[in-house]
């Protein structure tokens, strides 16, 4: 396989999980700062991967849909940590875990790939940098537990 159409799924499917997650567990949200922030997480998810499949459509390829065990077990395990704990900081803190385990297989992704697009390379960049992002919006809403 193409190593852009590689990238381009593996970008198309990162940004998938990241919106469908946070649609998990949003109404959960009390805060309406945090709701805020994650739907402007939301739209940022989405935008990216719609990016990524136009992308995809340039190679004459279609996106590989995400393993619906996959998603279901993302759910499962948001409502099981929901059970435990519904505050605000809980709720920072597993989307910003999300977020560092996005950082870290980008960079892999970018690291083992040559000669990739110059737009792919660019939408990877992007998503890199939203997680980053998502990282430093979410910070102030850690807290210790009283």
Do not use: R
């Amino acid at each position: 396989m193409n190593n852009n159409v590689e990238f381009l799924n593996y970008i198309s499917k990162n940004a998938e999980m990241g919106f469908t997650s946070i649609k998990d567990l949003i109404d959960v949200v009390k805060d309406e700062d945090l709701k805020k922030i994650l739907k402007q997480q939301i739209n940022e998810y989405e935008n990216i991967y719609e990016e990524a499949n136009k992308l995809l459509d340039n190679y004459d390829e279609e996106q590989k849909e995400i393993n619906p065990a996959q998603k279901f077990t993302s759910y499962i395990m948001i409502k099981m940590n929901l059970l435990k704990d519904k505050s605000t900081s809980h709720i920072a803190e597993m989307m910003m875990k999300g977020s560092n385990m996005g950082i870290i297989d980008i960079e892999k992704k970018l690291n083992s790939f040559d000669s990739l697009d110059k737009k792919v390379n660019h939408l990877g960049e992007k998503l890199l940098k939203t997680e980053e992002n998502n990282i430093e919006q979410l910070k102030p809403y850690l807290k210790e537990k009283e």
